[in-house]
């Protein structure tokens, strides 16, 4: 258990509709990050927060929104989902450079 | 542009042999430098680091790494691996600039063979 808690695990959906990813980080972690895997892309950033406010964005779309909210938890949601947003995504959390980050296990998004 | 170059996507090593897995990274200044190891369904895990001081780090489950700045290099190395090695390697680089975040190599699969 690295202590970073992601659900869920699984989701299947059909193309258009909207998913909430929840993560809560570990302990004494304030920074937040989402983090999308898949085959062609590799892992790819999509957005930061820091202590309830947004700090760094990467290659999210505009359909993707995030927020971190006071207990630190944070929440990715995905809208008008289509086929391509299948993909592993992972939420990650850290106590700053130079120490890393701790990744959770990842919600396997699944598009139908 | 600043980028993670893992020129090797797929390595096969047999058990007991030695391993090196190749990273290079692009950007001015040296930053910091990550490898994590990412098994079948799993998240990744931090392997090891390098921020600073000794250029050979040492890490978990009997890997090192060793920074080389003359050629922008952070090769991992293992000096006898074992079949619960097999999994995906992603090295990581930190620029330590404000709105940035961890940029990762496309990552190398890890086989290993009896």
């Known amino acids: 258990d690295s202590g970073v808690t992601q659900t869920p695990k699984h989701l299947i959906t059909a193309t258009g509709q909207r998913v909430t990813l929840r993560c809560s980080p570990r302990s004494g972690d304030l920074s937040v990050y989402w983090y999308q895997q898949s085959l062609d892309q590799g892992l790819q950033f999509l957005i930061q927060y820091y202590n309830g406010e947004e700090r760094a964005k990467g290659n999210i779309l505009e359909r993707f929104s995030a927020q971190q909210f006071p207990d630190l938890h944070s929440e990715l949601n995905l809208s008008s989902l289509e086929l391509g947003d299948s993909a592993l995504y992972f939420c990650a959390s850290s106590a700053g450079s130079p120490y890393g980050y701790t990744f959770g296990s990842g919600t396997r998004l699944t598009v139908v | 542009a600043q980028s993670v170059t893992q020129p090797d996507i797929h390595i096969t090593v047999s058990e007991g042999a030695s391993l090196e897995l190749r990273c290079n990274y692009s950007y001015g200044a040296t930053p910091y430098l990550f490898w994590y190891v990412q098994s079948p369904g799993q998240g990744l895990q931090l392997l090891l680091k390098?921020?600073?001081?000794?250029?050979l780090v040492q890490g978990i489950k009997g890997f090192e790494a060793e920074f080389k700045r003359s050629q922008s290099s952070f090769n991992l190395r293992k000096p006898s691996v074992h079949w619960s090695d097999a999994a995906e390697y992603f090295c990581?680089?930190?620029?330590?600039?404000?709105?940035?975040?961890?940029?990762f190599g496309k990552g190398t699969t890890l086989s290993v063979s009896s």
């Open positions: 390098y921020f600073s001081g000794d250029t």
């Open positions: 990581a680089v930190d620029l330590n600039q404000a709105g940035t975040a961890l940029i």
